[in-house]
């Protein structure tokens, strides 16, 4: 059968259950908001490639529109001296115009300078070696090209070549029209892009070449980028995308977007630390699940108190009822005590009083007879004398006995010590005829024990009782009326020779 678990048990119960629910609202809330975070930072890297994309994509774009106009400009008018001359103050405008630029550039079919857009250009150089040069000998589509970063043999800076192949007539290769980048130009603009401490941004080529990136270094321009895991996560993911990396270089995690660039075969790629990112709501998360522990221990104390306020209770409770349930033990015996003869066990003369009180009114009400049998043991202190006073205890224990298991058969029967030797029993409802059949069959049973008194006639215990029963309703008379003429009948018994019953009016003998 199911129990109710009891209220300390269901107390703790609940205060568990509030500290776990504290907690772990907690702890879905700081996921949740972590959650938040990585995805609001996502969306800023995404922008950031996106900035960075589209940068690049217009600087390359007008280096590229540059080189369309010049190789335009050369298929159309030649090469003879007027129309470099007039080339010549073209690139240079063309230059002074894009700040990105760090020079344009014609070479021949063989490699060799046509025209470049420099005041003093440098004679005899020769740039066949070059791997934009040879790329466009080798192919003979007519789009841009972008080169790997080379090292400028003019001025030493790291440039980005994008090249457009120039074509003779009749279709033939006839040399290389290049524009170069300064690297610089978008190390520039990557520094303005705020990416904190540990944030990394890069433009890479799609063929896994690195061309610059910041944090900048030298070394890494130029670099095979495809065995790295951005490179992967590009190839896997197309042109837009976004993954958590781990860096290999310096073993930090990065959350990395990347871009394609819309019209050249490059990507760009933003990075944050993830470290960096999530120090803010690492902050926070510590402030509040610090608060929240508190909250729980103050929680948890306060409920741990009060069980115990209630288990002090419980006891302090369960002591009273002990106590009470003690008391009203006592109570009852002492009311017992109070109401009982202690030598034979039957009411004692305060409850005799009592109870003829009230079975006096309510013979009154009733309009009943009340009988009263008084009894007397004959030469009872004869018996004490020749036996000694304990004999003679244990003589009225054993008629008390036999009184109570003759008298008192009904309810409202009351069979008591009246005082000393002497002995009452109260029968309501019962006439003076009854009443004397009683008192003559206690009287006999009382002989019949045959305890031994020499002192007697007979040489054992008798009794002697007087018998009276009234009506109050007939004869108004208080109820010591009853009891004074019961005593006269068992005066009588006495002088006629003891061992007797007499009724008030008459007397038996036997
Ligand atoms: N052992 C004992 N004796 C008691 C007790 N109460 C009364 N008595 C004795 O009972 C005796 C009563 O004696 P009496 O009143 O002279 O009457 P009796 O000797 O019985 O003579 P009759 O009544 O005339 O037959 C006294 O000696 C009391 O001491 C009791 O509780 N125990």
């Known amino acids: ?88 103050r073209l690139l240079a405008m063309r230059v002074n115009e894009l700040p990105q630029l760090d020079a344009l550039h014609v070479y021949d079919k063989d490699g060799n300078w046509v025209v470049n857009s420099r005041e003093e250009p440098p004679q005899n150089l020769n740039n066949a070696q070059r791997e934009y040069f040879a790329f466009h ?79 900048f270094s030298v070394e890494m321009v130029g670099r095979n980028m495809r065995e790295t895991g951005l490179f992967r996560a590009y190839k896997d993911q197309g042109p837009v995308g976004t993954a958590e990396i781990l860096s290999a270089q310096d073993g930090i995690t990065r959350l990395n977007s990347f871009r394609r660039l819309a019209n050249y075969p490059l990507f760009a790629a933003a990075a944050l630390s993830k470290d960096e990112i999530l120090a803010a709501w690492w902050r926070e998360t510590l402030w509040h699940t610090g608060g929240v522990i508190l909250l729980t221990l103050i929680v948890g104390f306060v409920g741990w108190r009060l069980v115990r306020q209630m288990e002090l209770q419980n006891r302090t409770e369960a002591e009273l009822r002990r106590a009470r349930d003690a008391l009203e033990k006592l109570n009852k015996t ?86 000393g030797e002497e002995l009452a029993v109260l029968l309501p409802k019962t006439d003076v005829a009854a009443a004397a059949v009683l008192a003559e069959k206690i009287r006999s049973a009382v002989r019949d024990l045959e305890i031994v008194h020499a002192g007697m006639p007979g040489g054992f215990v008798t009794l002697s009782a007087g018998v009276d029963a009234f009506s109050p309703a007939e004869t108004p008379s208080p109820p010591k009326e009853l009891i004074q003429s019961a005593d006269r009948a068992l005066y009588a018994a006495k002088m006629a020779g003891r061992n007797r019953v007499c009724t008030a009016m008459r007397s038996t003998q036997t």
């Open 1 to 88: 059968m199911f129990r109710r678990p009891s209220i300390t048990f269901r107390t703790t119960a609940f205060v568990a259950v509030v500290c776990l629910a504290l907690v772990a609202l907690d702890f879905l809330n700081s996921w949740h908001s972590r959650a938040v975070q990585l995805k609001q930072m996502s969306v800023a890297t995404s922008n950031l490639a996106r900035a960075m994309a589209q940068q690049a994509d217009d600087t390359i774009k007008q280096a590229d529109t540059a080189l369309i106009g010049i190789v335009e400009r050369i298929q159309h008018d030649g090469t003879g001296p007027a129309a470099l001359d007039r080339l010549h």
């Open 137 to 215: 000998r080798e192919h003979a589509e007519r789009g841009p090209h972008i080169g790997v970063p080379v090292r400028s043999r003019t001025n030493g800076k790291l440039l980005i070549p994008v090249s457009r192949r120039i074509d003779n007539p009749d279709g033939s290769f006839g040399g290389v029209a290049l524009a170069t980048i300064d690297v610089e130009f978008f190390g520039k603009f990557y520094d303005s892009l705020d990416i904190g401490e540990a944030g990394a941004v890069a433009l890479i080529l799609e063929s896994g070449t690195m061309m610059t990136r910041r944090p």
């Open 334 to 419: 002492l009311n017992t005590l109070a109401m009982e003869d202690g030598l034979t066990g039957l009411a004692n003369r305060r409850q005799f009083d009592v109870t003829l009180d009230n079975e006096f009114s309510r013979a009154m009400r009733d309009a009943s007879t009340l009988a009263l049998i008084l009894i007397d043991v004959d030469c009872f202190k004869q018996y004490n004398d020749i036996y000694g006073h304990a004999a003679g205890d244990e003589c009225l224990q054993t008629i008390g006995r036999t009184i109570a298991s003759l008298a008192a058969r009904r309810p409202g029967d009351l069979a008591a010590r009246y005082g």
